[in-house]
């Protein structure tokens, strides 16, 4: 990021055009984008333009290239797909093509054109802007278009973003769709071919649950693996009654998930900002996420690394192959390799590692203790399940645990272990003689709150109890999203999308129903009468299309609720006739629920009726995404990783530095271990929440998107980075 003086964000588009295109395969989250696009274009003073039907739609021409309005990106957020349509056009892969794509956006004056697509459709985009002053000079020749117009559309700026379910685009760690996590026994996949004698491998006896087979699976020798090679190999060798599923198409259908949203809208937002800022001399470039960063990257950098990933593949540079296609598929890969068909080893470590679920259950624990345990097992230790949190860690409620014990938990919601919100501290001395009686070595404490809070006082008790001198990893898991210095925890996604998705069938539910506003209640934290914390509000929010979503980290009084119900007021004179306002539960002591209800009832008697939904203890519960899944699986992974050398550091005799205690964090684009005791700064423990929370950034986004007229602070942007430099590629 860097900074640079502030601008008038309202004013930054003012007497400028956008087109965006949608082009390639259907994704989930490409309306999301498209909408982002729309409104914050229009926010910015510029005039928008819908290209229907991706490039073919560019060269055609006529109604295929329409003005935008506010309304009309109105109930997109929740279709999956692209509603202003993607089609592949040999007529733009000819200059004459381009030629005419380019004489259409001249006549409506777009010089800006955001195209969201994969590969092939951000390569044709950078191919289009390189010759734009030729395709110019030809339709000045051909009298096609005016010397005035010409000059005034000079120049094209390009941004792209990654709308793909491949995730085969370099320099994104993620695009729009991409998760698959399901614990698979065996994963076949082009990049990586798997070693040689893999078919006597799968004929060791094991019970074989899923193997997922990607399109272009190859060998060392380059021959196919495909599903039915697999589907007979296992049915010969195993005798196993087996069943071979293509998914297909199934797999760019279906309502996007409330990360698919989040992530379009952020990139649309950044594309606009990108557009608008450019100059002649700034490359094309493409907008992502990285980590949690918003990036941008020279477009053809990005074309180019794609390609260099399948010429290593040509070329048997397997490895390299991996690296190129990005650091998140790169860490993904490997832990997929650490934990599946492998051997445990014939020496034992002599190392016990305890682990627990403290605080409320939520989904992903499950996938975070299975891959714990297994890697521990692979290291050679012995893995001890401790059951329902520190009073099961006091009372001896511990056991050891096997590899086939945590088979099928990655997909499995809640806690299998038990988990509770008792803190230790009350009953230290009893957990201290466990920890010495049952040879504990390490602890791994996965949770919320009371997970960071308990580690914390493992800490303190140091002093006092030298059996608690040893390394231990607490690794954030709650939907409350609420533990200082990580930027995400376990289970929140999970949460946020079953949020999504119940605000999605609400407002259906009111399909044919006009002038109807919804408030809805989220939850602050299970069990917890003080957490504070607004993420699932906010972020629920963004991705739903709420008008406004009421938390406790920004404070409202009665003039902001009366400013929002007149916001409403003017919303139903148009043609969007419904309203969603969520409201975190513990946002205002005084401005409840039923408060709120009541007052938008009241103020808009006549003009809109109102409903109210709670939606309580089910945001808790439910089958973990897959990001979660994917998500706990690393988490749990590197935590017993990070152990196993702290243990090496310290002999496991005696480990008392802060550096030994610590909390595993995701922090923009990396995960770090963080000492507890440095994150004691960071903490309003009485509301707890951390004191800086990275989210509260996007909430005028949120507003923007929902109409309202507030500044955006652009004295902060996103730098363009180097994706070749970063990968050391040439």
Not at 266 to 295: F, H, K, Y
Not at 456 to 461: F, G, I, Q, R, S
Request: with cysteine; hydrophobic share 40%.
């Amino acid at each position: 990021m860097q900074r640079s003086a502030p601008v008038d964000p309202t004013k930054m588009g003012v007497g400028k055009a956008i087109a965006v295109l949608t082009s390639g395969g259907d994704a989930q989250g490409m309306n999301a984008a498209v909408r982002a696009t729309v409104r914050v274009g229009i926010y910015t003073g510029a005039k928008v333009y819908f290209v229907h039907e991706g490039y073919q739609g560019l060269v055609d021409g006529g109604d295929n290239i329409r003005q935008a309005t506010w309304e009309s990106v109105s109930m997109m957020l929740q279709l999956g797909g692209t509603v202003i349509g993607s089609a592949r056009c040999q007529d733009f892969r000819s200059k004459e093509g381009r030629a005419k794509a380019a004489c259409n956006l001249v006549k409506l004056g777009i010089t800006n054109l955001c195209v969201i697509g994969g590969d092939g459709s951000l390569t044709g985009a950078n191919e289009f802007r390189n010759e734009w002053s030729e395709l110019l000079q030809i339709l000045l020749k051909a009298g096609k278009i005016t010397a005035e117009e010409a000059k005034h559309s000079s120049h094209l700026n390009i941004v792209g973003m990654v709308g793909s379910i491949d995730n085969d685009f370099c320099g994104t760690d993620m695009t729009i769709v991409t998760a698959l996590a399901c614990g698979a026994d065996w994963v076949f996949i082009p990049e990586m071919p798997p070693d040689e004698g893999w078919e006597d491998h799968l004929s060791i006896g094991n019970r074989l649950n899923v193997i997922i087979v990607a399109e272009g699976a190859l060998d060392h020798h380059g021959k196919p693996i495909t599903c039915d090679i697999i589907k007979n190999l296992v049915t010969k060798k195993l005798s196993f009654d087996t069943r071979a599923t293509i998914l297909g198409h199934v797999q760019r259908g279906g309502t996007p998930s409330a990360f698919d949203r989040i992530l379009g809208s952020r990139m649309g937002v950044e594309a606009v900002m990108a557009l608008l800022e450019a100059t002649p001399d700034t490359p094309a470039c493409v907008v992502s996420l990285s980590g949690n960063m918003a990036v941008r990257l020279p477009l053809m950098e990005c074309v180019q690394v794609t390609k260099e990933v399948t010429k290593a593949m040509a070329e048997g540079r397997f490895e390299e192959a991996v690296k190129l296609r990005g650091k998140s598929f790169e860490n993904n890969w490997n832990t997929y390799k650490l934990l599946a068909h492998v051997t445990a080893p014939d020496v034992k470590s002599n190392i016990n590692i305890a682990i627990m679920n403290v605080g409320a259950p939520c989904a992903g624990m499950n996938a975070a203790v299975r891959s714990a345990i297994r890697i521990g097992i692979l290291q050679g230790h012995s893995m001890l399940a401790v059951h329902d949190g520190f009073d099961g860690l006091a009372h001896g409620a511990i056991e050891p645990m096997t590899w086939g014990y945590v088979g099928g938990w990655t997909g499995k919601g809640g806690s299998n272990l038990g988990t509770k919100r008792s803190l230790p501290a009350r009953m230290i001395e009893e957990i201290s003689l466990n920890i010495a009686k049952f040879n504990i070595h390490a602890l791994v404490i996965i949770g919320g709150f009371e997970a960071f809070v308990g580690g914390l006082e493992l800490v303190t008790a140091r002093e006092k109890y030298e059996e608690l001198c040893i390394p231990l990893v607490v690794i954030p898991a709650t939907v409350s999203n609420n533990i200082p210095g990580s930027d995400f925890s376990i289970g929140a996604d999970t949460a946020l999308n079953t949020i999504t998705t119940t605000c999605d069938r609400i407002k259906q539910s009111a399909a044919g129903t006009k002038r109807r506003v919804f408030i809805i209640e989220t939850m602050g934290g299970y069990y917890s009468n003080n957490n504070m914390c607004g993420y699932l509000a906010t972020m629920a929010g963004l991705a739903a299309g709420a008008d406004a979503a009421y938390i406790y980290e920004e404070q409202f009084g009665i003039h902001d609720l009366e400013t929002n119900v007149e916001h409403l007021l003017e919303k139903m004179k148009t043609t969007v006739k419904r309203g969603l306002i969520l409201r975190n539960e513990k946002c205002n002591a005084n401005y409840t629920t039923d408060f709120i209800f009541n007052l938008y009832s009241e103020e808009g008697k006549g003009v809109f009726d109102c409903r109210k939904n709670v939606l309580g203890h089910m945001q808790q519960g439910g089958t973990p995404t897959p990001f979660d899944r994917n998500f706990g699986t690393k988490m749990g992974a590197k935590a017993v990783l990070w152990l196993t050398e702290k243990l090496k550091e310290s002999g496991r005799i005696f480990a008392n530095t802060p550096d030994s205690a610590c909390v595993l964090v995701m922090k923009k684009r990396a995960t770090i271990f963080q000492p507890l005791s440095d994150l004691k700064e960071d903490t309003d423990s009485e509301h707890r929440i951390p004191k800086t929370q990275w989210w509260l950034k996007l909430r005028p986004i949120l507003k923007i998107l929902a109409k309202y007229k507030i500044s955006l602070d652009t004295s902060e942007t996103a730098t363009m980075e180097h994706v070749i430099k970063k990968r050391g590629t040439v």
